[in-house]
């Protein structure tokens, strides 16, 4: 069953992310005081009265600068707007009726939706709503988002709009995290998994800035910022520490690559991000389609020689443009995400130490040995004396081929016993 869409609009600045994340009580929206900071529509799934919707923050309307990814960020906000079910068109009681509210107020009545109009920042001494009858939808509800008043009441009108949705009971999604460097494409890589344009696509880098998540039948993609070295200003900080949470929130991070740019240091510190979370990796080689065939045989066998520790990671050649193996990818998610649930038995695992004790004695000895813990997978090992790196590695390799783990980091929780 398709849930109702609410989607909260109005002019730069009136407070909308503030409300999203009161709503939603989570700080995912990132809020600042930069007009036009969000540029894609966050979508949130609310129950409320027995009732759920999907609740979507849309960006601005009016930014005092139009940069160059502003049209494409217009057009999603109109194509979100006549898709939803309910608008809340949201206005600022402390800078009061300006003209483009007026504006919206006459495009939203030219679209035939039903509003609700919500006056924000009402925590000031005596507000006045007076003015904004005007806009033709009664009197406006007066909230304040920051101090969360009035937002009980604003719920209680969403719900009394829209239909009876049933709780139903849905399996567990897996949640995936698409991260990379800028510019490799993963809000591309987002709608095609997706099958909509759900969030703003542009060659220029930085347009992501929140972390986006859309739902499919077995998923939960979230689209993040780019990660990188050096940051300009606190937006592009705060969108860096958001895709560095959404990291430790996923089961799954595909790690999106230029296809047609070699590796570079923040690749690698990228993949190892997901590593050291313990969180099943699959690395997808974007933009497949400006590959030659003679690049497209050699690509994986470079990476391999390039990052020789990533053996046990899949790898996989696509293309979010015309959507070559973007379904293989969604299989290799799946395939990987039941990699990191693998909990081996003690008696196999004992008996696979006990057969490469036999082909091969370390110089200490293994007390116990057994898999203690999934997402993150690790080995408990107890030994009596130290343990070396390189054995390890030999171990891990022989565990792999013993009993799979693709896509998956194995730790290892080494304890000596004197």
């Known amino acids: 069953m398709r849930l109702p869409e609410v989607v909260i609009v109005g002019r730069v600045n009136t407070g909308k992310s503030t409300l999203f994340n009161r709503i939603i009580k989570k700080p995912l929206a990132i809020v600042d005081k930069t007009p036009g900071l969000t540029r894609d529509s966050l979508r949130k799934e609310i129950e409320w009265n027995d009732k759920r919707f999907i609740l979507i923050d849309s960006g601005g309307l009016f ?22 079910t309910l608008v809340i068109f949201l206005v600022d009681l ?32 005596e507000p006045s709503t007076y003015d904004f009858y005007e806009l033709g939808f009664g009197e406006p509800l007066v909230i304040s ?14 719900t009394s709009k829209l239909p009876d949705t049933r ?10 995290s698409i991260i ?26 930085g347009t992501t800035r929140d972390a986006i998540d859309i739902e499919t039948d077995r998923f939960i993609f979230v689209d993040t910022a780019g990660i990188k070295k050096k ?5 592009e900080y705060f969108a860096h520490l958001r895709s ?3 990291i430790s929130y996923a089961e799954v991070c595909i790690v999106v690559i230029d296809a047609k740019r070699p590796i570079t240091n923040i690749d690698k510190k990228i993949i190892q991000m997901a590593e050291q979370e313990g969180k099943g990796i699959v690395i997808a080689f974007n933009k497949a389609d400006l590959l030659s065939k003679e690049e497209r045989k050699s690509i994986i ?20 443009k015309t959507g070559e193996r973007i379904e293989f990818l969604k299989e290799l998610v799946f395939r990987v995400w039941a990699e990191t649930k693998k909990k081996v038995s003690d008696k196999r695992v004992l008996a696979f130490i006990m057969k490469e004790l036999s082909k091969f004695s370390p110089p200490f000895e293994i007390i116990k040995f057994f898999q203690s813990r999934i997402e993150p997978t690790t080995f408990l090992m107890i030994t009596r004396g130290k343990v070396r790196q390189d054995y390890l590695r030999y171990l891990e390799k022989r565990i792999r081929e013993e009993f799979g783990y693709i896509g998956t980091p194995i730790k290892f929780d080494i304890r000596l016993r004197r």
């Open 180 to 205: 990379g460097k800028p510019n490799v494409g993963k809000s591309s890589l987002l709608n095609a998994l997706g099958g909509k344009d759900y969030v703003v696509v542009s060659d220029i880098p």
């Open 244 to 246: 560095k949470r959404s």
């Open 63 to 84: 930014p005092p600068i139009e940069d160059a990814v502003w049209a494409k960020v217009k057009a999603n906000i109109e194509k979100t707007v006549k898709e939803a």
């Open 231 to 235: 940051f300009k200003d606190e937006v």
């Open 94 to 125: 402390k800078t009061g009726l300006v003209p483009q509210d007026k504006d919206i107020a006459a495009w939203l009545r030219k679209l035939n939706k039903e509003v609700i109009l919500v006056a924000n920042k009402g925590d000031i001494k």
């Open 301 to 320: 066998y470079l990476f391999e020689r390039e990052l020789p520790s990533l053996y046990y990671v899949p790898k996989v050649l696509v293309s979010a």
């Open 145 to 158: 988002a920051e101090h969360n008043l009035g937002i009980d009441e604003l719920l209680d009108t969403i």
């Open 167 to 176: 709780k139903r009971k849905e399996k567990n999604k897996i949640r995936c």
